[in-house]
């Protein structure tokens, strides 16, 4: 039996980027860099078709990550964030239909850049505290907003994880178990909302086998960059993010 796959070359030219992409990001390291992955498909399908295609090449990339990284996380982060970014996927679940996902891709690019201006304007010191614990609620909770309706979390959560300068090892655990859980709890509104059909999955089986490579130059990366480059490089992610989700949402309709 032949699967009804989606056969246009511009499709998997901006695909296949995407999903090593996506890679590299689920292993800890460029986290910035994942929230293109939608952007780009997006390009040649819907916000909401790339999202479901991308579910399952997710959830693989979710478990390689959480084998890499099962002992390194910080539980007590995690027991803070989790309630705040599933909260954040029954809100998109229930407004989705409303929503128009370019221009909450606009809003999740100009809050980004708006981080980026402030980190660049006015840099942290060494010994500046913590954000606030209600900000971080809020951003995560955004998180599990952007998350659900264009697999964009990593923007808003990383606007108040990268100031508790976690080491790179730390971070990425974190982060890998964070979106393990949000993604997972996105399958049955997924599935409800009629995104997860037959083709839409036969495509994201075409794209599996590109996942591996990007999370093995991450890892093999994390482990190894100081955390300074570190986490320069995740301002580069999320700038260029930032640049495209506000092109896509205001400037490219």
Known sequence: MNLPLITDGLFYAVSIPAVI??????S???????????????????????????????????????????????????KFLLPFGLLGT???????????????AGIVGVSTLVFLAQRVLFPPKADSPPPPKWLGAIL??????????AHSGGPPINAYVM????????????????????????????GWLGLLDVRNMSTSLALLPFAPIGVFIGVKVARRIPPVMFYRL????????????VWDG???R
């Open 21 to 26: 992409l996506l890679g590299v990001s689920k």
């Open 28 to 78: 800890g390291f460029g986290a910035g860099f994942g929230s293109l992955a939608v952007p780009l498909m997006a390009m040649a399908v819907t916000v909401p078709q790339a999202a479901a295609i991308l579910m399952p090449v997710l959830f693989v990339l979710d478990c390689m990550g959480l084998a890499v990284y099962r002992r390194d996380f910080d539980w007590r982060l995690l």
């Open 90 to 104: 029954v809100v998109g679940t229930l407004s989705f239909r409303m929503l128009d996902a370019k221009l909450v």
């Open 140 to 149: 995560t909770t955004a998180a599990g907003f952007t998350s659900f309706v």
């Open 163 to 190: 100031p508790l300068r976690l080491p790179p090892v730390v971070f990425a655990a974190t982060m890998s178990v964070f979106f393990f859980t949000i993604n997972i709890a996105k399958w049955i509104p997924y």
């Open 234 to 245: 995740i301002t580069v992610g999320m700038l260029l993010t930032g640049v495209k989700l």
């Open 250 to 252: 205001f400037l490219g």
